[in-house]
T-cell receptor, first 114, second 113 residues
């Protein structure tokens, strides 16, 4: 079963609006990472948030983490057409034998209309 | 400062042939992870290596797949006797250590005809 599940699966907004994507996971984690993937391309690392952190910012990106609810959100403010991409959360599960491997969700496809 | 390099970017193989995918980690990174992405899906972990050691291969199919990260040179993911179901994008990521950011290469898109 998926460790991370993103919600919504698809999101369409107008340029300038904010986009919020959510990620839920099942097991305790060491950290959670958000990535962007443009169609047919590689993954771009956006933000890593550790289990003892609640919020991180990077430019127009804001990530929150609620370990009690096992969920995270990615907020993109003042969206641009260039933000159109798929966004994935990936968790580094806590536990003995953990090796830092990431477990990815299915992703949210974001379309920003000009 | 070059990022993670993967080659080839596209690879076409006939059923039964071998596929060799290469990954050079970012400078200063000694941890390499391989992931596979099937069409319209998220990435699935395959194997984690450090120099000359396989640390975690829990995501690797039991047959036909192998990986190595020699003391010198890139990490290699090898798929023997490819089948159509092996068609996918294979991504490599490198990290400075467990629990740190993983930076991904552009991927190798394998097509089995």
């Amino acid at each position: 079963s998926q460790q991370g599940e993103e919600d919504p699966q698809a999101l369409s907004i107008q340029e300038g609006e904010n986009a919020t994507m959510n990620c839920s996971y099942k097991t305790s984690i060491n950290n959670l990472q958000w990535y962007r993937q443009n169609s047919g391309r590689g993954l771009v690392h956006l933000i890593l948030i550790r289990s003892n952190e609640r919020e991180k910012h990077s430019g127009r990106l804001r990530v929150t983490l609620d370990t009690s609810k096992k969920s995270s959100s990615l907020l993109i403010t003042a969206s641009r057409a260039a933000d159109t991409a798929s966004y994935f959360c990936a968790t580094d599960a806590e536990g003995s034998g953990n090796t830092g491997k990431l477990i990815f969700g299915q992703g949210t496809t974001l379309q920003v209309k000009p | 400062n070059a990022g993670v390099m993967q080659n080839p970017r596209h690879l076409v193989r006939r059923r039964g042939q071998e596929a060799r995918l290469r990954c050079s980690p970012m400078k200063g990174h000694s941890h390499v992870y391989w992931y596979r992405q099937l069409p319209e899906e998220g990435l699935k972990f395959m194997v984690y290596l450090q120099k000359e050691n396989i640390i975690d291969e829990s995501g690797m199919p039991k047959e036909r797949f192998s990986a190595e990260f020699p003391k010198e040179g890139p990490s290699i993911l090898r798929i023997q006797q490819v089948v159509r179901g092996d068609s996918a994008a294979y991504f490599c990521a490198s990290s400075q250590g467990e629990g740190y950011e993983q930076y991904f290469g552009p991927g190798t898109r394998l097509t089995v005809t």
